[in-house]
């Protein structure tokens, strides 16, 4: 099972990372906490480019992750970071953070469902772009709603799709939802989400024999020792 280290502002940035490596041994991915794109024609600067900025990552596969909701500054934002040598990048459909939500990002863009799929259709038909993988929540308000987003994502050919099930609503005061994980999907399928202990880990991988990657984020941060657990170490 893949292993990877969740995107979270102010804590797994760079240097978290490259410690994490050096004391517990390199995980299988690490992705980097949200970055907005910079206007088409412009690069990424100051604490962004810190975070992609290959002398700071050598050594680890670190994937990106772009909050947008214009399908053009994202493709800028990709190609450029192609550019760099990365080979992914990520979306983030997840941040319930009000101010996030409030512009339609994050979690908020999955309120519109019919921009989300343009998007897409704009991303998806770029030429030459990298892996394009998505961290999504269940909806909004319902976890109902997400049902027509697996819909949408199956359209289009996500590298991985990984979901924190809870919807924006819960933000992380409220247990996760396990029981709406995916059971399988034309995308491999990566659970995040109150991921704690090995154990939890284990059950989880148990539970959905679909799942090919499990994102620790709060867990880790709490213990970062929980990945070589999880490991067997």
Wanted: proline content about 9%; some cysteine; charged content about 20%.
């Amino acid at each position: 099972m893949i292993l990877s280290l969740a995107p979270m502002e102010g804590i797994t940035g760079h240097v978290f990372r490259r410690v994490h490596a050096e004391c517990f041994g390199a995980l299988d991915c690490y992705y980097t906490p949200f970055l907005p794109p910079p206007r088409v024609g412009n690069r990424f600067g100051g604490k962004a480019f810190k975070e992609i900025d290959p002398a700071n990552n050598q050594g680890l596969n670190v994937v990106p992750q772009l909050m947008s909701k214009n399908a053009d500054e994202f493709v800028w934002a990709a190609q450029v970071l192609a550019d760099m040598g990365y080979r992914e990048v990520n979306l983030n459909l997840g941040c319930p953070s009000g101010t996030v939500v409030a512009k339609g990002k994050g979690s908020g863009f999955l309120a519109f469902p019919e921009e989300l799929e343009a998007f897409f259709d704009r991303v998806f038909s770029e030429p030459g772009m990298p892996r394009v993988s998505v961290k999504t929540r269940l909806g909004v308000e319902d976890p109902a709603e997400f049902a027509a987003l697996l819909d949408i994502y199956r359209r289009f050919p996500i590298s991985e799709l990984i979901v924190h099930p809870r919807v924006r609503r819960d933000m992380y005061k409220l247990p996760a939802r396990p029981e709406f994980f995916p059971e399988d999907g034309p995308w491999p399928l990566c659970y995040n989400g109150d991921v704690f202990t090995a154990e939890t880990a284990r059950a989880l991988e148990a539970r959905f024999p679909g799942m090919s990657a499990l994102m620790l984020g709060r867990g880790a941060a709490a213990n970062p020792a929980l990945f070589s657990l999880i490991r067997g170490g």
